[in-house]
Nanobody, 123 residues
Framework: QVQLVESGGGLVQAGGSLRLSCAAS????????MGWFRQAPGKEREFVAAIGWNGDSTYYSDSVQGRFTISRDNAKNTVYLQMNSLKPEDTAVYYC????????????????WGQGTQVTVSS
């Protein structure tokens, strides 16, 4: 069983930056893909970014491509999401996840989730 704990959320003005972290424990972190999703009030959870087990493969949603960067440090069992040029529409609770079992990584069927961290972008 893996435990995921997100941190780094907060309130930022539009155009600003935040760096989210997700620390994993309880299982071999380096063997699994990691992903970030987000959920805004009244909306479904949506894919943001994902990274392969060794960091060589990364995927982004169209809405964050070019602004967000996902990375991982397997020695620290941590995955990061660097968010730049933030927009009010990026406001959401951000979740990290591991062990995808859906048809693609964009599919929200991932086995384990963190509790989420709130990101609020003011205009």
């Amino acid at each position: 069983q893996v435990q995921l704990v997100e941190s780094g959320g907060g309130l930022v003005q539009a155009g600003g930056s935040l760096r989210l972290s997700c620390a994993a424990s309880g299982r071999t972190f380096s063997s699994y893909a990691m992903g970030w999703f987000r959920q805004a009030p009244g909306k479904e959870r949506e894919f943001v970014a994902a990274i392969g087990w060794n960091g060589d493969s990364t995927y982004y949603s169209d809405s964050v491509q070019g602004r967000f960067t996902i990375s991982r440090d397997n020695a620290k069992n941590t995955v990061y999401l660097q968010m730049n040029s933030l927009k009010p529409e990026d406001t959401a609770v951000y979740y990290c996840a591991t062990d995808p079992y859906g048809a693609t990584w964009y599919d929200p069927r991932w086995a384990s989730w963190g509790q989420g961290t709130q990101v609020t972008v003011s205009s």
